[in-house]
Structures are given as structure tokens and as C-alpha cells.
């Protein structure tokens, strides 16, 4: 079967949108040809920064007859019953249907629909510019007179089905088997056969289509280069990816710029070049220092070798550099206290205050961190004031991205400790799924403590004033913070009570709920109450919290519930995609007072570990059964039973066994997870199983004396509740 090969060419095509609208356009076409009956093969997808690319596999000649029966109103209903009936079946006259005859329903109308199979042609020629017209850009432009919208005006066509062109129209644009090469070394009209020769074609007029492969290109040349002048290349993925969409045919060329900007941190330079000029940074490979040396991609073969392209950009980045240098001089006149003063003037939030509002809750809270992070206190508070200061410096505000990079910079110039200024740098982190978090084993106690009071103060916050994560946005990316929490926490093994620190630091913004020293909730205070939280700072001043927030109903109780669930959910997403099953992590939940994700953790792996063995796979369904047994007899009594069963009334040897067992496992799983040894409860845990056994096979749990069945009613609630020690065993699969 032949090949679809779609083209559309127009002006250059942003290198952000590529990727996504290539995609699209095949997702547009391969719908609408299913949509239009025909059982297409593969479908590949390319982008250049002048034209998008489809090629389909496997299109058969045309679509497939159809035959359908569509069952009408009855004979004699209304007149707008039967005119809806004639509209969606495709009748023209009510004569066009059959009249069926049912003993039950009586008569009624039926239309038999047989539609012959479309030619492929005449498919694609209607599903191409109906994709074209409601493609989704995130900007497009209108162009002359017609109303058709595209990113950038579109130049040409090329549809091909096999060798053969598919003859639609585009914005009064014919489609056709010709298009065009590089817009310098390709200009000549190509004329096109077919995919394979349409590649070919393009590759000799300097279009390398696949982005791959524009990429791989400029990453060879790049280290080449760089190799040559004895360097090494600062490497950049996203870099060489966005390279790739400027370029058709990359030429990579190598300039320098003067030594003195060598002055600034690298990370400005590199910043500046990558932001401005889409250029590399090459370093010293002895010292690992950045050199004067940057690499540039052209989008041309030039004749003298590149001098003129190269001239231009070192003219471009010693201005761009020049900036650089000066943002760092002025920043450097001063301190970065100075900075902070100015965190007054910038609005974090209309309901939770200025950023230095912010600041100060953030303080306050990794002071109370600290201890539990084995972190100094003062050197967590010291480093939480600090942290946001950089953001009114001149170089985070013409790079955010060097926010927390450039305080601490700030903070060495200024001769402040090194775990505070190291604590500035990565109390951000971790930004997103790849990247690092502060480790103990590094040093980095101090950054914890503030990384984790920044971001448990965010989340708490936006709970406070109702701007939770909906389904369809999380604009304050507050799933990203519950996940850098989860994964500090995790990766460093600590132990962190997450009810006591959502308690203190919602202290601040809950002008109804007061919290202890130790982040417990307290009793609600009235309207115009008072309440001290920690460090003996105000809640409530008037009708006017610390955080200068809005949030004047908070129920801090109903917030705390709220954002426990919440890192519940982000917990089993992240340790669903380790593999671990979500159950295990509601059956540990369930339990109260689990706010330890470390433990938690700890919990779900013994407890996955223990359900891998027969006799955890066993005890799963003895305790089930029991479970389900208490569960059916407490609804028809309407009663529980709880409570000790009686030691006289167990008159089977089975009976007596497991109440035996029944009360060494508490004892040994509760000793067990006092010193947090979870396999050693679950090894516990493991006796439970012959005696449960036994029991179903030796005891009738409802016998007819009632008193009999009372207690052995009572003696399966212990079963459960023996269970519960370590885990709801009803919240588990299987």
C-alpha cells in the first residue's frame, strides 16, 4: 500500500514549537483518516525551522463500505421527532425509511444506511486543510486577506499518496509535489516522488531533516572544534536541541571574547551567551574553569570560512558580556541584607504578604526545623532571611534562572559562613524530578532545614487560602514542592513529624487556630482573639495576621488533614513509579499518627517484602476472612466487638492457641516497630499465621450458643487488631 507524504512549508517556525507541532500535525491527519474509515500503518513526524513534515505508512485506496440501521420515533410521533430522525440519519423525506412492525412497541421507523467506500484521495484532500485550520499554535498570525491562521505565513503544499499528488487547497494554496531546500544553498524547486526521494532530494539542496540528526551534527562539530583548540565543551542538550530548531544545515564556528569578563561568574557568562546568542562555553579541561572561547552555530556555509558570522557574534556577546559584568559590579556594591530590606516592595501573594513577610515565616520555621535535620538553629534562620534576597538583585532579574546560584555568591563576596551560603544556593532544590537534593553526607544541613521550611511553608500557605492543585493546573506547582519534601526526606533518612511542622508553620497565617512549640493545633481562638505561636510571635494582631494574608477563617485542623492526604497522594506517585504498589502505602497510611514519610517508607517495603512470603500471602487471606466475617456480623447486629474475649469461654485448643498468639504478636510487632525494625515485626507478625489457620479450620466462628459466638467474634477483632499494628490488612489487594 502507498505511503502519505505531507509537507507544509512557510517561514521560519520557532524552535520551542517544533517538536509539539510536528507532533500534532500527525496526530490531526492519522485521526482524520481513521476518522474517515481508512486503517492506516505507521506515521512518523518532522520539523525543520521552515516546514513540518508527515509521512504515513500503509494507506489503502479507499475506505471500506459501510452499512448501518438506525432506529427511528414510532409511526404518528411528532413532526420534530421525525425531522430530527430524517437530519441525523441523512434522509431527506420520511418516505426514505422503513416502517417495522413490533407486537410490543408497535410500529416504527428504521433507516438503512449504506454508505460505498471514498476514494483515499478524496479522504486526505478533506482531512489535511481541516487539520491545517484548526491546528493548535499556541500564537499564529493571519496573513493578506484571507482569515486562514498559521504560525508564520505559509509558502507551500506537498501532498503526495504514493507518487501520485493529492490536489486540495490550503489557504489558496495548491498542493503539489515540488518544494524547496535551504533558503540559501537550496533555493532551486524540487520536485518530488516520493518520501525516500524527497529526503534525498532535500539532503542535496543542505535540509537535514531530522532534528536527531541537525543535533548530533552540532554536537560533533561543537567537540571537534573544542578538541582541536585543546578544550572542552560546557555540554547543553537543551542547548544543542534548540540549535537544531534555528538551523537546517548547522556549521559550527568558534569566536572569543576579551579575558576581563572572565571576572563574573561562569555561570553569568554561560547564562548570557546560551540566552542571547544560542552559543557554547568551552572551559579548561586541566582546571575546569571557564575560558574566553565560545562556540556559535550558523545556519550557512559561508565563503570566507565563517570570519564574517564569527565577527558579528563576538561583536554581540562583548556587549551581552558587558552587561553581565555590570549587573555583577552594581549588585556587588551591596550587601545582601541591604537586598533583603527590599523584599518589602515585592508581593509574593495578595493573601499571604510581601516576600519578606515570607521570608520571616520561612526563618522562623527552619529555626524549629533545624534540630530535627541536625542543623545549627541560628545558622538555619540566618541562611532563611538570606534567602530570597538575591531576587532584587540586577542579575536575577535578567536571569531568573541564577536565582539562589547568585546569593550565594553574594553571600561569599560578603564574607557570610559557607553553609549559609551554600544553603542560599540549594534551598531551591530539588527543581524537578532529575534533579539532585541537598544530601547530610554532603555537609548540607543547614540547606535542608531551609529547604524544607521554604517549601513546607508554600504549601501550607496556598492550603490556608483555598489554592490547592486542580486536575487541570497547578499554577503554584505545589506537587513539586510535596514531592521535594517526600524526596529530601527519603534521600537523607530523616525523621520528621510532618503534623508538628504543617502545625507551626501555619501558626502565622491562622488567625483561628492557634499551635503550640511543638506544631500541635490548639484549641480555636474567637474573632478577635489573640494567640502566640512560636517564638512568641503574634497570630493575630487585630483583625490583621503576621503574614498580612487574607486567610481570616482558616480551619487549621481541616488544612492539616488536607495536606497530609495531599502528600499521601504524592507519595504513591512517587513510589509507584519505583515500582512499589499503592496499596501497601493506604494500608500504612490508615493507621493513625503516620506523618513520618522516612517510616512510612520503611513500613511499605517490610510489609511488600513480608506479602511476597507464603506466610504473609496466607495471613493476608486469613485476616481478610476474619475481617470480612466482623465486618458482616457487626452490620446485622449493629454492634462491634472489640474487647477482650473471654479466657473460660474458649473452649477449642485451637481457640486458646491463637488468643496465645494473639498476645505475644502484639507484644513483639509494637517492640519491634518502637525501634523502627520493620522486618522484625512482619517476622512476628508471620506467627500469627498456623494459629489463624487452624483456627478457621477447627472453630464454627457462629455457633448456635450465643455467648460462644460473642467471644469468638471477639477473638477475630483481635486478630484485626493484632494486624493493625502494623498495617490495615484490609486496605490491601489480593
Request: hydrophobic share 40%; proline share 5%; glycine share 8%.
Amino acid at each position: 500500500m502507498p505511503q502519505l507524504l505531507l509537507e507544509l512549508l512557510s517561514e521560519e517556525i520557532p524552535a520551542r514549537m517544533q517538536a509539539r507541532a510536528s507532533q500534532d500535525l500527525l496526530r490531526l491527519v492519522s485521526d482524520g483518516l481513521i476518522a474517515g474509515g481508512l486503517e492506516i500503518g505507521k506515521g512518523q513526524a518532522f520539523a525543520t525551522p521552515r516546514r513540518l513534515t508527515v509521512i504515513i505508512d500503509d494507506v489503502p485506496e479507499k475506505s471500506p463500505a459501510v452499512s448501518d440501521e438506525r432506529k427511528g420515533p414510532r409511526v404518528g410521533a411528532p413532526d420534530k421527532a421525525i425531522q430530527g430522525f430524517l437530519r441525523g440519519a441523512g434522509l431527506k423525506s420520511i418516505d426514505d425509511a422503513e416502517v417495522v412492525s413490533d407486537p410490543k412497541k408497535g410500529d416504527f421507523y428504521v433507516a438503512r444506511i449504506n454508505k460505498p467506500g471514498r476514494p483515499a484521495p478524496d479522504i486526505i484532500a478533506e482531512v489535511i486543510p481541516e487539520a491545517a485550520g484548526k491546528f493548535p499554535w499556541p500564537k499564529s498570525m493571519r496573513w493578506g486577506d484571507g482569515d486562514f491562521q498559521w504560525v508564520r505565513p505559509l509558502h507551500s503544499v506537498l501532498c503526495l499518496l504514493g507518487s501520485q499528488v493529492v490536489p486540495f487547497e490550503i489557504a489558496g494554496i495548491k498542493s503539489g509535489n515540488q518544494t524547496t531546500g535551504h533558503r540559501f544553498h537550496g533555493r532551486e524547486t524540487i520536485a518530488v516522488e516520493s518520501f525516500e526521494d524527497y529526503g534525498r532530494k532535500l539532503l542535496d539542496a543542505k535540509v537535514l531533516l531530522p532534528a536527531s540528526e541537525r543535533a548530533a551534527a552540532i554536537a560533533e562539530e561543537a567537540r571537534q572544534l573544542a578538541d582541536d583548540a585543546g578544550l572542552e565543551l560546557v555540554e547543553d542538550e537543551a542547548l544543542m536541541l534548540e540549535n537544531a530548531g534555528l538551523t537546517e544545515w548547522p556549521t559550527a564556528l568558534m569566536g572569543t571574547f576579551d579575558e576581563e569578563f572572565l571576572e563574573v561568574p561562569a555561570e553569568c557568562l554561560i547564562t548570557s551567551m546560551k540566552s542571547h546568542q544560542k552559543c557554547f562555553s568551552l572551559r579548561d579541561p586541566k582546571t575546569g574553569k571557564l575560558t574566553n572561547r565560545f562556540i556559535l552555530v550558523s545556519n550557512l556555509i559561508a565563503d570566507d570560512g565563517g570570519k564574517q558570522i564569527i565577527a558579528g557574534n563576538e561583536k554581540v556577546i562583548r556587549a551581552r558580556l558587558a552587561d553581565a559584568k555590570f549587573f555583577w559590579d552594581q549588585d556587588l556594591k551591596r550587601t545582601l541584607d541591604e537586598m533583603e530590606s527590599d523584599l518589602e516592595d515585592i508581593t509574593f501573594h495578595a493573601k499571604l504578604g510581601t516576600q519578606k513577610d515570607r521570608v520571616e515565616r520561612v526563618a522562623e520555621l527552619a529555626y524549629q526545623i533545624a534540630g530535627a535535620v541536625d542543623a545549627d538553629p541560628d545558622s538555619a534562620r540566618r541562611a532563611a532571611q538570606l534567602c530570597k534576597a538575591d531576587l532584587v538583585s540586577e542579575m536575577v532579574g535578567e536571569f531568573p534562572e541564577l536565582q539562589g546560584l547568585m546569593g550565594r555568591y553574594y553571600a561569599e563576596k560578603g564574607g557570610i559562613a559557607p553553609d549559609i551560603a551554600r544553603a542560599i544556593e540549594l534551598h531551591y532544590k530539588p527543581k524537578g524530578a532529575s534533579d539532585t537534593v541537598p544530601l547530610e553526607e554532603e555537609g548540607n544541613h543547614t540547606a535542608i532545614a531551609v529547604a524544607l521550611a521554604d517549601k513546607l511553608d508554600t504549601l501550607v500557605g496556598f492550603w490556608a487560602i483555598d489554592e490547592k492543585p486542580t486536575g487541570s493546573g497547578d499554577p503554584y506547582q505545589l506537587r513539586r514542592a510535596a514531592l521535594g519534601v517526600i524526596r529530601i526526606l527519603l534521600e537523607n533518612d530523616l525523621r520528621l513529624s510532618l503534623l508538628k511542622k504543617i502545625g507551626l508553620a501555619l501558626c502565622p497565617l491562622s488567625p483561628v487556630g492557634k499551635v503550640d512549640q511543638e506544631g500541635n493545633v490548639k484549641n480555636p481562638l474567637s474573632p478577635g482573639g489573640e494567640g502566640r505561636g512560636e517564638g512568641g510571635r503574634n497570630v493575630r494582631e487585630g483583625e490583621k495576621n503576621v503574614g498580612q494574608g487574607g486567610a481570616k477563617s482558616v480551619n487549621a485542623d481541616a488544612v492539616t488533614t488536607n495536606l497530609l492526604s495531599f502528600f499521601a497522594d504524592r507519595l504513591k506517585v512517587h513510589l509507584r513509579d519505583q515500582g512499589k504498589r499503592h496499596d501497601l502505602i493506604d494500608a500504612v497510611f490508615a493507621l493513625p499518627g503516620q506523618d513520618d514519610i522516612a517510616l512510612i517508607v520503611k513500613r511499605v517495603e517490610a510489609l511488600s517484602d513480608f506479602l511476597e512470603t507464603d506466610d504473609g500471602a496466607n495471613l493476608l487471606a486469613g485476616v481478610k476472612r476474619a475481617t470480612n466475617i466482623l465486618a458482616i456480623e457487626e452490620k446485622k447486629d449493629k454492634r462491634t466487638y472489640d474487647g477482650e474475649p473471654s479466657g473460660p469461654l474458649m473452649t477449642e485448643p485451637a481457640e486458646r492457641a491463637l488468643a496465645a498468639a494473639i498476645a505475644k504478636v502484639k507484644f513483639d510487632t509494637r517492640a519491634a516497630i518502637n525501634v523502627e525494625s520493620f522486618a522484625g515485626a512482619m517476622s512476628a507478625l508471620a506467627e500469627l499465621r498456623a494459629p489463624v489457620d487452624k483456627f478457621f479450620d477447627d472453630v464454627t466462628v457462629n455457633a448456635d450458643d450465643k455467648a460462644l459466638r460473642e467471644n469468638r467474634l471477639r477473638l477475630l477483632a483481635e486478630i484485626r487488631a493484632a494486624t493493625l499494628t502494623v498495617a490495615d490488612f484490609s486496605r490491601i489487594a489480593g
